[in-house]
């Protein structure tokens, strides 16, 4: 079973910077779509928002209210997943989640992070 650990996020002031970062725990699978995902305070889980996404390959997916601010990496040799995050608002104040879609030898399958709370101070 894939686990992922993430690190990262804390509080900061509006127009500052923080990254986060994803590391998944093993190399045996296939990755579909690796990603963050957001949930602001007073949200469902289920009201996740995409925040950035790298789908089979290099290809790269924002959400419209992080496009320009926020960049997605994966390092490949570290097995782990970064998300970038400059010029921060106080609406960017949320849990952050990384979720991936992969699959082994037998079965597809999609895992989450423990999340990490990013606040930012206006």
């Known amino acids: 079973q894939v686990q992922l650990v993430q690190s990262g996020g804390g509080l900061v002031q509006a127009g500052g910077s923080l990254r986060l970062s994803c590391a998944a725990s093993s190399r045996d699978f296939r990755t579909k779509v690796w990603g963050w995902y957001r949930q602001p305070p007073g949200k469902e889980r289920e009201g996740r928002d995409l925040?950035?996404?790298?789908?089979?390959?290099?290809?790269?997916n924002y959400g419209d209210s992080v496009k320009g601010r926020f960049t997605i990496s994966r390092d490949n040799a570290k097995n782990t997943l970064y998300l970038q995050m400059d010029s921060l608002k106080p609406e960017d104040t949320a849990v952050y989640y990384c979720?991936?879609?992969?699959?082994?030898?037998?079965?597809?399958?999609?895992?989450w992070g423990q999340g990490s709370q990013v606040t930012v101070s206006s």
């Open positions: 925040v950035a996404e790298i789908i089979t390959g290099e290809d790269t």
């Open positions: 979720n991936l879609l992969g699959a082994d030898a037998v079965r597809s399958f999609t895992v």
